[in-house]
């Protein structure tokens, strides 16, 4: 088993920035993708950011490229997720999710899921 855990979410201003992180602890050698998903109100999980383990490979949905930016740290067993620029529509609850897959961006391929934090951005 994997356990997530994500904090760093809360209520900022349009253009401000924010860094979320994911705590990774259990059978942290089957993952092999951490990825970051992100669900509004209404709307289905949509993926925003992944990042191979080993190469630190990373893919983006279009509408983060250039102000998202994930990251890692091997020896915390961490993954940061930091934006910028954000705008009203990154309103949502963002999801660190772990895959044994190599850079996958469909949620069904992950296995293991943290709970969610919050990101609301005023206008």
């Known amino acids: 088993q994997v356990q997530l855990v994500e904090s760093g979410g809360g209520l900022v201003q349009a253009g401000d920035s924010l860094r979320l992180s994911c705590v990774i602890s259990g059978r942290t050698f089957d993952i092999n993708t951490m990825g970051w998903f992100r669900q509004a109100p209404g709307q289905e999980r949509e993926f925003v950011a992944s990042?191979?383990?080993?190469?630190?490979?990373?893919g983006y949905t279009g509408s983060v490229k250039g102000r998202f930016t994930i990251s890692r740290d091997s020896a915390e067993n961490t993954v940061y997720l930091h934006m910028i620029s954000l705008k009203p529509q990154d309103t949502a609850v963002y999801y660190c999710a772990a895959s044994i897959e190599l850079a996958v961006r469909t949620a069904s391929l992950y296995d293991y899921w943290g709970q969610g934090t919050q990101v609301t951005v005023s206008s």
């Open positions: 990042i191979t383990w080993s190469l630190g490979n990373t």
